[in-house]
């Protein structure tokens, strides 16, 4: 079974701060992973994907990701975090060759001016 | 924003009654998946469309049902409406290539609150 966990739900730093929003995964084989953000009664906006390749993913608004295939863990972090950057974050999974984005639970983020 | 849209944007029907929610994929997008994103959790997958046919379903009841036309839009229809059902709806399109390593592009979805 897929599972994708956000062990925090809620992350609250200052802003200029750096942000780090954690997620780890239980798939099998590679899976291809994904950050989403979602404001107040919106939809959810793609943020970055890991494909293969580099570990480090570079995506929207200056936001970047660690994939660590060991610790199966792809962690969403932003150097220096922005009020705006407050929302709920969604750390996604799809196995190679499936058409199923799972989902973790989300993580709230808060920056505090 | 994407180009995807969903109407309507709000929803209230009585337990037993029947809904049908409606999107517009982002053009050049050949593939619609619905997905039910109940308060406080993650977005879960019901199903997807691709070339007008159900290619995968989630862990949802037969009430569930879709369609997608030949414009690449798309209806979710849910029948027998239960008061569990009320959760924000989310219609995400994508152009899936060989590999499906493509990311999907979500609306703004329907809030629907059954009573």
């Known amino acids: 079974a897929q599972s994708v966990a956000q062990p925090e739900d809620q992350v609250n730093v200052a802003e200029g701060n750096p942000l780090t929003v954690k997620c780890t995964y239980s798939?099998?084989?590679?899976?291809?992973l994904f950050w989403y953000v979602q404001y107040p009664n919106r939809g959810l906006q793609f943020l970055l994907k890991y494909i293969t390749g580099d570990n480090l993913v570079k995506g929207s608004y200056g936001f970047e990701a660690e994939f660590n295939k060991s610790q199966t863990s792809f962690h969403l972090k932003k150097p220096s975090a922005l009020v705006s950057d407050s929302a709920l974050y969604f750390c996604a999974v799809r196995p190679r060759g499936d058409y199923k984005l799972s989902f973790g639970a989300g993580t709230t983020v808060t920056v505090r001016a | 924003e994407t180009g995807v849209t969903q109407s309507p944007t709000h929803l209230i029907k009585t337990r037993g009654q029947q809904v049908t929610l409606r999107c517009s994929s982002q053009?050049?997008?050949?593939?619609v998946s619905w997905y039910q994103q109940a308060l406080g959790q993650g977005p879960q997958f019901i199903f997807q469309?691709?070339?007008?046919?159900?290619?995968g379903r989630g862990n949802f009841p037969p009430r569930f049902s879709g369609l997608q036309f030949p414009n690449y839009s798309s209806e979710l229809n849910v029948n027998a409406l239960e008061l569990d059902d009320s959760a924000l709806y989310l219609c995400?399109?994508?152009?899936?290539?060989?590999?499906?390593?493509?990311?999907?592009?979500f609306g703004q979805g329907t809030r629907l609150t059954v009573v």
């Open positions: 469309y691709y070339r007008e046919e159900e290619n």
């Open positions: 053009s050049g997008h050949n593939t």
């Open positions: 995400a399109s994508s152009s899936v290539g060989l590999y499906m390593n493509t990311e999907a592009f």
């Open positions: 798939v099998s084989g590679n899976p291809y």
